[in-house]
């Protein structure tokens, strides 16, 4: 990475170029912060000491909100805005650009392997104990984390290869890849593209998997005599498809869209959409719509009470 010793950081442009718009900016992103941050630290805290969530579902759930990414992005623009300080080092776009390619491309592999979760549950309930025992489920978080560490190095890696040319002004509230692509100085950014398209296609490969066990339990939910075994079916079902459909919308329209060098308000708000809102929805989806999420939350604040 030659151009390491030439280029010192960039330029953080943020939402707008006027400090009292940033501040409001900053004040809101503040608040979706200790949403998600609360939301996804109660999560892991029942998950963790409810005898009753210590099953395969909520396990993988308590890892789902450990990739809590809003982390990566969202704290270093609240402290660039009330510091009215938009700089930030290239070691430190560096990290990250890692830290959210790592947690995005697990995120993506852990709805995956929930999905096959709920597959196996609906679809083959009396054998759901023997597929899904301990085994299978450290074996599924290891893949997992190994493959967003994987995805991380290989996207940073492409990306930071490059020469940068130009002012390294980036016109986002984060070190955003597709910014950093606009300064290459020649056509070096063809190895990040080779990287973008292979993430790409394991990203389809995991929306198709998704896609298929879905189709399976939509079939079987149906075939329930019972409307409220049918009910039960879907209630738990229902909020991961939501999160699937809001992380995957979100983020396949974001890297498809064209990428104007003047980004617009709307390029903004999906950017929002696709960092901010998933990791802030997740607790509340996963929360409020199971019935035993909900009464492991009561007994985790009856005991801080007590």
């Known amino acids: 990475m030659a151009n390491f010793t030439t280029l010192k950081g960039f330029l953080l442009m943020g939402f707008s170029a006027k400090p009292e718009i940033e501040i409001v900016c900053a004040s809101v992103f503040l608040v979706l912060y200790l949403v998600a941050l609360t939301g996804n630290i109660l999560i892991i805290t029942a998950t963790s ?97 190994i493959s967003g560490v994987i995805s991380g190095v290989m996207h940073t890696a492409a990306t930071f290869s490059i020469h940068f040319c130009g002012a390294n002004i980036i016109h986002q509230f984060f070190c955003d890849v597709p910014q950093l692509l606009k300064f290459s100085c020649s056509n070096e950014y063809v190895g990040e593209l080779g990287v973008i398209v292979f993430l790409s296609l394991v990203a389809f490969l995991c929306f198709i998997c998704i896609g298929l066990s879905y189709m399976h339990i939509c079939s079987t939910v149906l ?21 699937v459909m809001l992380f995957l919308s979100t983020g396949v329209f974001e890297f498809l869209k064209p990428h104007s060098d003047s980004p617009t308000a709307l390029d903004f708000l999906l950017t929002v959409f696709y960092t901010v809102l998933p990791p802030t929805l997740n607790p509340m989806i996963y929360s409020l719509r199971n019935k035993a999420m909900k009464t492991a939350l009561r007994k985790v604040f009856k005991r801080r009470k007590v």
Not at 223 to 243: D, M, N, W, Y
Request: net charge neutral.
């Open 49 to 145: 000491i409810d005898n009753s969530l210590h099953s395969p579902m909520y396990f993988f759930l308590k890892h789902l909100s450990f990739l809590c990414y809003i982390s990566v992005t969202v704290p270093r623009y609240i402290c660039n805005s009330f510091m009215h300080n938009g700089n930030i080092s290239l070691w430190e776009c560096i990290l990250q650009c890692f830290a959210f390619t790592l947690c995005a491309s697990s995120e993506m592999a852990m709805l995956t392997v929930m999905s096959y979760d709920r597959y196996v549950a609906i679809c083959l309930p009396l054998r759901y104990e023997i597929i899904m025992n301990v085994s299978t489920c450290i074996h599924g978080i290891l893949a997992v984390w």
């Open 223 to 243: 075939q329930i005599p019972s409307a409220e075994g049918r009910a039960k079916a879907f209630s738990t079902c229902l909020p991961h498809l939501s999160v």
